[in-house]
Structure formats: C-alpha cells, structure tokens
C-alpha cells in the first residue's frame, strides 16, 4: 500500500516528505494506521548525524494508532486495536526480559539496522528499501512492526497524547523512579527539562522527593517545570548550577542527579558528578554524541566519595507492564500528558516542527496524520 512518510536521504538536517510502498504484514508483524506521533530529540540526531544509522530511513519511534491488520500468527492485537508503539521489541524470553530489564532485550541490537526481525525491509520507493528504525518508523502514515512492539491501550484514552508513553515519559519518569529509585524525602537535581526532563521531574515529585531542581537553559521550561513539581530552578547562563545545588543542599550535594539533555557531554557528566552528595547517584539518560569527547572523571569522587555513576534506556521500565500503568496515572491524574504537548504539526510541517525543537520552543511537538 502506499503511505506518506518523512524520508531521512542522510544526515542532511531535512526530511523529504514522499510516497512509500509498504508491504503487507508478516508472520508475527502488524500493519498500524498512525494517529499521532511525537518528535524525540534522538530522531533529530538521526538528522543531524550525531548518531550513525542506515540510510535512507523513516525514524521517528513515539507513536500511536489503530491496528488496521495483522499478519500470520499474531493473537495479541486484531484490527481496530489502539496501540502505542514501543522502540523496544522485547521478545520475552532472553536473559535481559526474563529478569525485569525488558528495556536491555538483546534485540536492542536491531533498532537501527533498518530491517524487520526476519532481516528484510517493509518499506520501499522506486525498488530501494528504506529502512525503519527501531522497527517501528512513526513518520510514516502507516508502519509495519513486529507484534511485540505494539502495546495495545484502552480505546477511550486520546492517542496524540498516549504516543508520548512510547519514549519521553517512560525514559524520565522511569529514571527517576526505577533506576534512582528515588525515595521519600530526598533531593534530586535534573540538568535540561525537555519532553524526558520534565518527565524525570514528575516522577520525582510523584516519588516523593522534597527537593526537585530542574535545570535548563531556557527560562519558560523552568517555569513550566514549577507546574511538574520542581521547588527550585537554576538557569546555568547566570548562574554555576553545581555551586547552586549545593547552596541549596547546605554543601552536601543533591541524592540524585539526572542527566536528561538531549546530547550528554563529558562536560555535563563531570558537573553531574560534583553536584551529586557522597554515596549520591548520577544517572545518564540522555543520548550522546559517539563523535564527542571521552570523560575526564576523577577517580576520587568513586572511591573516597563512594559516589555511583550509572546510566539507563527507556528508564528501565517494562514496556508491556508500565506503558499500561503510566496511562493509568495518567488517567487518574497523577501524571501530567497534556501539558507535555506544546505544538501539534502535520507530516508536510516536520522540518519546522525540528527547527523548533532545536531551538528550545517545545517541551514536545506531537505530529498528528490525517
Ligand atoms: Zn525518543
Ligand atoms: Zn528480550
């Protein structure tokens, strides 16, 4: 069939707006009609070549649609299905899946080889494949996917705001909650409240921390991260944010430190690390750059400060356990999805939907298809 999707030729910083054929779906694959997708700073990186990946190929990996057929073997959906769309395929029976890190399944490996499971391609244009990444392509009007990279959702639920439990909720909520695991009580600081910063705000302000200091460049997200539970902000082009978060933990440094800027710097990890209390946790939840600079760490902040440096995908979470339960809060309030959505754009307005986001106008831009 044919669809209208947003084709990346190479990291040329614009997206071509074309007809594609997609295939029909295969054994254990589903034909999704998209409604509604969210534009993620890690597609942009596809764009901009800070991350290597097969081209030509549709990205985009925060959608939500309508199941319009499914392939041979597939029990789990049936057409009509509303569905968010998963960038972890997590097949269930690896190592990773069996012991709660679904987000670690060894099919990670696939996401941006561009070819569906069985290693070919459902995407094409004049007789070239087009690849797909993370086997889901949400640019696109229609998508072809493995089954399990569709969570089936209640249908009553609005789908141009449930894309956005596809990546940016999940990732910050998830590492403030499931990889800090942060506890009543304590202080968190997050460096960038973009669409997954404001998210690790909320899930810290849900988690019960006392202190929330979100940090970022562009004064409007700071106030927007005081509506997401932040008690303090610091905006680092007046200020040195590390002197602030321990100005404002007494000196001793914040429980928890979130990295959730769209590009991770060796820079940024060093400012992580020193704002962090002895024994605290900094984690990495923002892409980097594989092109950029190597850590220049102090190995006395490890042993003598016994301080944890880690990092997460997709905040650890379960996709097919708390995709579900995030809209589940959200539902009764407790999570906030509207407020996450700043700008809605069609396919055709996608290259100034990214010049947007580079800009620093949207927490999250969501395109929504026809
Ligand atoms: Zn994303
Ligand atoms: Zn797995």
Known sequence: MKSRAA????????FSIEE????????????????ATGLCHSDWHFATGAAPVRF??????????????????????????????????????????????????????????????????????????????????????????PVDSVIKIDPDLPLDRACLVGCAVPTGWGAAVNRARVR?????????????????????????AE????????????????????????????????????????????????LTVSLVTADIIGQGVRATRKAGRTVIVGASDRRMDRMNITPYDFM??????VGTIFGHNVPRVDIPRLLELYRDGKLKLDELVTKRYRLDEINQAFLDLEEGRLLRGVLVFD
């Open 7 to 14: 084709v990346l030729y190479g990291p040329t910083r614009s």
């Open 20 to 35: 594609i054929d997609v295939d029909e779906p295969k054994e254990g694959e589903v034909l999704v009609k998209l409604v």
């Open 56 to 145: 030509p190929m549709v990205v985009g990996h925060e959608g939500a649609g309508i199941v319009e057929k499914v392939g041979p073997g597939v029990s789990e959906v049936q057409p009509g299905d509303h569905v968010v769309l998963c960038y972890i395929p997590a097949c269930g029976k690896c190592r990773w899946c069996l012991s709660g890190l679904a987000a670690l399944c060894d099919r990670g490996i696939l996401l941006t080889q561009g070819a569906q499971l069985d290693g070919t391609f459902r995407f094409h244009k004049d007789g070239q494949d087009i690849a797909q990444f993370a086997l889901v392509s949400a640019f696109s009007e229609y998508t072809v996917c």
């Open 184 to 208: 009543p009580g304590e202080t968190v600081a997050i460096f960038g409240t973009g669409g997954v910063g404001m998210n690790a705000v909320q899930g810290a302000a849900l988690a019960g």
């Open 211 to 258: 202190k929330v200091i979100a940090i970022d460049l562009v004064d409007w997200k700071l106030e927007k991260a005081k509506e997401f539970g932040a008690t303090h902000t610091i905006n680092p082009t007046r200020e040195d944010p590390v002197q602030r978060v321990l100005d404002i933990t007494h000196g001793v440094g914040a429980d928890v430190v979130l």
């Open 304 to 309: 003598l400060l016994a301080k944890e440096i």
